[in-house]
């Protein structure tokens, strides 16, 4: 069974920076895409950013601008995601996923299957 569990979400400043992490169990992490999504309050949830399973390619949502950076250590299946420049509209729950199948290039069209418990970030002005 695939276990997702987030850390590193608390309430920061406007411009500050923060690191959350996914520590991953019950899959071979270094074989599967992985992902970050985010929801805020009233809203749909929104794909933020997703990496290869290889680390080699990422994709990051419209919004990110060179902000965030998502990255994988294998060798401790851990994900995390470096969030910098932070803004208030970057207030939301943030959730890290994993692809339905191995070997996938993570994309914001990928079948992630399995979730974190979701962490909250909250950025005030």
């Known amino acids: 069974q695939v276990q997702l569990v987030q850390s590193g979400g608390r309430l920061v400043q406007a411009g500050g920076s923060l690191r959350l992490s996914c520590a991953a169990s019950g899959l071979t992490f270094s074989s599967y895409a992985m992902g970050w999504f985010r929801q805020a309050p009233g809203k749909g949830r929104e794909f933020v950013a997703a990496?290869?399973?290889?680390?080699?390619?990422?994709h990051y949502g419209d919004f990110v601008k060179g902000r965030f950076t998502i990255s994988r250590d294998n060798a401790r299946s851990v994900l995390y995601l470096e969030m910098n420049s932070l803004k208030p509209e970057d207030t939301a729950v943030y959730y890290c996923a994993a692809d339905r199948l191995p070997y996938g290039l993570g994309s914001p069209s990928t079948g992630f299957a399995s979730w974190g418990q979701g962490t909250q970030v909250t950025v005030s002005s």
């Open positions: 990496i290869a399973w290889s680390g080699d390619t990422t």
